[in-house]
């Protein structure tokens, strides 16, 4: 029994929507690579987005609420997983992120790590005797949530480990928050910044402060943004056309087919192309939010919505990030940037999305 009527029940906008901000990526991918050694990426990204697409099939067709039943098991996997990293991960760039899986693939636990803890807000705000939280509530969900955040903070992986918190706060927002919680929250917040301060790496402090500045430190720290704001000037109305960015192709900018695709996206396809890209995000979300509007109970509204949440946190922070509005954190572009285990993890996401959608359709 699978549980929806017709295949045609399948919310079709938003897997059209998916696929061409896709296409749009892998074009860009080729174009940002096709000279460089990263010259193979484009047809990886499309390979990844057909397991995505098998992936998000077999999620749809797996009733959430039996997903919400066993989110504790995957919860404690995801904990024992996050702490594997650090003992038979690979580590690039002075970072251990990724758990080798054969055949010269990697994933990136953290980024699945994501979907549990949609699952895992969603099934603590249902299952809440009262109509709103009170400081037990924060405390328990903010644990739950808070120690995996610490351990991909740990790998170091700052700008993954923060996706997390919009979940969390839109999942706190919609259970119902009194103001004077919010208000204590936020002088709490406000006290304890300073001393997260000490925990972050050194570069990850750089990162932070260099943003407000970048000339400071034009050819080190500041370098990225202040490349990245050219690129994204230099665009124009029209853009420079595909493979004739300078900035992209002279490899000015840094890593144009991952963190700063938007960049290059920018300059080869201009002001114009960028309202197109950004359109086509905003009907992706509203599409989302129609789902959240429509499902069938509230474990399914929290779970479209957690969705909702964290790919528009990744949006805003990473194109705030390539015109210098953000630090550089290193979250991708979603179904854009280069990246495995972001692609597996997003199309993952939308196929929750559509499992909560057909069950409105069960008899």
């Known amino acids: ?26 074009l860009q991918i080729y174009s940002a690579t096709h000279e460089t050694i990263w010259k193979d990426a484009w047809w990886k990204q499309i390979i990844w987005i ?13 009733d959430y609420h039996t997903l919400l039943g066993q989110v504790y098991l995957m919860y404690g996997l995801s904990i024992v997983t996050l702490i594997a990293v650090f003992l038979i991960g690979t580590k690039v760039f002075g970072s251990r992120r990724w758990i080798p899986v054969g055949g010269g693939f990697r994933l990136q636990v953290s980024e699945f790590v994501k979907l549990v803890i949609i699952l895992l807000v969603a099934r603590f705000m249902t299952e809440l005797k009262r109509d709103d939280l009170d400081w037990r509530d924060l405390l328990k969900i903010g644990g739950l949530v808070g120690l995996p955040m610490l351990l991909v903070m740990k790998q170091p992986d700052l700008g993954t480990a923060l996706t997390y918190l919009p979940v969390l706060a839109v999942g706190i927002l919609l259970a119902g928050l009194r103001w004077q919680y919010l208000a204590v929250l936020g002088v709490v917040l406000a006290l304890t910044l300073p001393v997260g301060w000490h925990f972050l790496q050194d570069y990850q402090k750089a990162r932070l402060t260099t943003f407000i500045d970048p000339a400071k430190d034009p050819r080190g720290q500041g370098y990225q943004v202040i490349q990245s704001k050219i690129a994204v000037g230099a665009g124009g109305m029209w853009g420079k056309g595909v493979t004739r960015g300078t900035q992209t192709q002279l490899q000015f900018l840094p890593v144009p087919h991952t963190d700063f695709i938007f960049s290059a996206f920018s300059e080869e396809h201009g002001f114009v192309g960028v309202v197109v890209v950004l359109g086509l995000y905003f009907l992706l979300l509203m599409q989302i939010v129609q789902n959240a509007q429509t499902a069938p109970d509230r474990a399914g509204m929290y779970i479209c919505m957690g969705v909702c949440t964290l ?32 692609i597996l993890s997003v199309f993952l996401m939308l196929g929750l999305v559509n499992n909560v959608r057909l069950r409105r359709f069960v008899n």
């Open 50 to 62: 057909a397991a995505g697409l098998l992936l998000m099939w077999v999620v749809t067709n797996i």
């Open 311 to 342: 790919l528009l946190f990744h949006v805003l922070v990473n194109v705030g990030m390539v015109v210098g509005r953000m630090p550089v954190t290193g979250i991708p572009l979603p179904l854009m940037s280069a990246g495995g285990s972001h």
């Open 1 to 26: 029994m699978t549980g929806y009527r017709s295949i045609r029940d399948l919310d079709w906008p938003l897997l059209l929507v998916a696929l061409s901000i896709s296409a749009l990526g892998v």
